[in-house]
């Protein structure tokens, strides 16, 4: 569980394409193809390979006679960003006018330009946004240039877009919190004050995002004063739908100043939002993790039985993993308990938590026991479990046992996954000492197999294995 919301601003790409269709950075598309046996979307997403080019295949398809029209092809270009497959969306971009000779819009522009940024860089994107038309360099193109000098972070070009969009009359929240992200990302909360002033004064409408934005600054800096001066006008302003991140990013500074009282009254806004709220999860996850910020179980305690009762396997995890930070192994199983009574689905992340922590406290009998339990339900431990355990029979000083517990973790283990260096080498330490080469070398060969390790690493941990026993 996460004990803190993070302090981030809205993403620039949700930020662009929020109100502007034509810098949209990766919105998911809003028409659904439907992928029919044979038609020029499923032969497009048939090109699997980044490197390929999808040209031959809009070739070939007007070649057999079949129909082309720009809404279906911008649909497409839309689904491609959305799945990151830039190059292939910019030469559809390309295509539609160069060989289907489409009128450019100052909207395919803005479009274009983005995907070239990702693709070419920015040097190749600004010799094509000098090529375009005079007519065609509208605010949405500028809006466009300056999303992508937001995009490489290079605050004085974006700075000289913003100046033209100025210049050319621009009046609306959009680009302004596009630089106003970008100065949070460089750390320039001076120029973000400037900024917020600016629109103040010209009567620019201050919309949730660019007061997000300053509230994650006034995080940044452990600003209580700022905080509370951008909640206050956020409360103030009819338009403005507060949401869970603006009250957990001011619950978790204040809680970090040690702020305690602010803290729970803010606690109580984030809790007030939960019957209405699409996030329910994300809500509970985060009043958990607050209450053990700032140290208050009882906090804990109470909201855990206000809304345990809508709260399933993800919620249990959280408070489980809550309690484990008060060292409250006696709540945790009561709470253990009543996951198992309300018969949910079985899932060994929930007896983990509690498996970890009699390991730390060397109640090993009690871990086989949780272990035990879930294998009589007919549910495998995943290999995280039999880690968990290795864990603790080192710590207990009980290598063998830890070396057939990591060997049933590897035997279930997903590929590449990855084991604590510190088990995998007091466990070839034992082997090292107490078990033949043969033996030894197949356990070795067993990580490599599983990913947990390279052979190179391997080689080289056998070898600091070898060098330690030499000098003992």
Same mark, same amino acid.
């Given at each position: 569980?996460?004990?803190?919301?993070?302090?981030?601003?809205?993403?620039?790409?949700?930020?662009?394409?929020?109100? +502007?269709?034509?810098?949209?950075?990766?919105?998911?598309?809003?028409?659904?193809?439907?992928?029919?046996?044979?038609? $020029?979307?499923?032969?497009?997403? $048939?090109?699997?390979?980044?490197?390929?080019?999808?040209?031959?295949?809009?070739? !070939?398809?007007?070649?057999?006679?079949? +129909?082309?029209?720009?809404?279906? $092809?911008?649909?497409?270009? @839309?689904?491609?960003?959305?799945?990151?497959?830039?190059?292939?969306?910019?030469?559809?971009? !390309?295509?539609?006018?160069?060989?289907?000779?489409?009128?450019?819009?100052?909207?395919?522009? %803005?479009?274009?330009? +983005?995907?070239?940024?990702?693709?070419?860089?920015?040097?190749?994107?600004?010799?094509?946004?000098?090529?375009?038309?005079? !007519?065609?360099?509208?605010?949405?193109?500028?809006?466009?240039?300056? +999303?992508?000098?937001?995009?490489?972070?290079?605050?004085? @070009?974006?700075?000289?877009?913003? !100046?033209?969009?100025?210049?050319?009359?621009?009046?609306?929240?959009?680009?302004?919190?596009?630089?106003?992200?970008?100065?949070?990302?460089?750390?320039?909360?001076?120029?973000?004050?400037? $900024?917020?002033?600016?629109?103040?004064?010209?009567?620019?409408?201050?919309?949730?995002?660019?007061? =997000?934005?300053?509230?994650?600054?006034?995080?940044?800096?452990?600003?209580?004063?700022?905080?509370? @001066?951008?909640?206050?006008?956020?409360?103030?302003?009819?338009?403005?739908?507060?949401?869970?991140? %603006?009250?957990? =990013?001011?619950?978790?500074?204040?809680?970090?100043?040690?702020?305690?009282?602010?803290?729970?009254?803010?606690?109580?806004?984030?809790?007030?939002?939960i019957p209405t709220s699409k996030r329910r999860t994300f809500i509970f996850d985060c009043l958990l993790g607050l209450c053990v910020w700032i140290g208050k179980k009882d906090e804990l305690y109470r909201i855990w039985e206000l809304y345990k009762e809508k709260i399933f396997n993800k919620g249990y995890i959280s408070m489980l993993s809550a309690l484990m930070t008060f060292d409250d192994i006696e709540g945790a199983e009561m709470i253990f308990e009543e996951w198992e009574l309300r018969g949910l689905s079985y899932n060994f992340r929930i007896p983990n938590v509690l498996i970890g922590a009699y390991c730390r406290c060397g109640h090993l009998g009690k871990a086989n026991a949780l272990v035990d339990k879930g294998v009589v339900k007919g549910v495998d431990p995943p290999s995280a479990t039999w880690y968990i355990l290795a864990g603790g029979y080192i710590a207990d000083n009980q290598v063998p046992k830890a070396v057939e517990a990591l060997k049933k973790a590897i035997s279930v283990c997903p590929p590449d996954w990855k084991s604590r260096m510190n088990t995998v080498v007091a466990c070839l330490e034992f082997l090292e000492r107490h078990s033949d080469v043969e033996v030894k070398e197949e356990f070795a060969r067993s990580l490599e197999g599983k990913g947990v390790f390279t052979e190179i690493v391997r080689d080289n941990l056998l070898g600091f294995v070898k060098a330690g026993k030499s000098e003992s």
């Open positions: 569980m996460a004990l803190c919301p993070k302090v981030r601003p809205f993403s620039l790409g949700y930020l662009s394409s929020r109100r +502007n269709p034509a810098c949209q950075m990766a919105s998911r598309p809003s028409t659904p193809h439907t992928g029919k046996p044979d038609s $020029l979307h499923r032969r497009v997403s $048939l090109v699997g390979a980044p490197t390929d080019s999808v040209v031959p295949v809009l070739d !070939q398809w007007v070649q057999e006679g079949g +129909n082309v029209d720009k809404r279906k $092809l911008r649909d497409m270009i @839309k689904e491609l960003r959305f799945y990151r497959r830039y190059k292939h969306a910019l030469e559809i971009s !390309q295509w539609m006018t160069d060989k289907r000779y489409s009128p450019l819009t100052s909207g395919d522009v %803005a479009t274009r330009m +983005n995907l070239m940024t990702r693709v070419h860089g920015i040097e190749e994107l600004e010799k094509y946004f000098n090529s375009i038309p005079q !007519q065609l360099k509208n605010l949405d193109v500028y809006i466009a240039l300056l +999303n992508c000098y937001a995009h490489i972070r290079s605050v004085e @070009k974006a700075e000289d877009a913003m !100046q033209k969009l100025r210049d050319m009359g621009y009046r609306k929240p959009l680009a302004y919190n596009i630089l106003m992200n970008l100065y949070y990302r460089a750390g320039s909360k001076e120029k973000m004050d400037c $900024l917020m002033h600016e629109m103040d004064e010209k009567g620019i409408y201050v919309d949730v995002y660019t007061l =997000t934005l300053h509230l994650s600054s006034y995080a940044a800096a452990s600003d209580s004063e700022g905080i509370v @001066k951008i909640l206050t006008r956020m409360e103030s302003d009819p338009r403005i739908v507060l949401d869970c991140y %603006a009250y957990a =990013t001011a619950a978790y500074v204040y809680s970090k100043l040690g702020l305690v009282e602010k803290a729970l009254e803010i606690i109580k806004k984030l809790e007030g939002l």
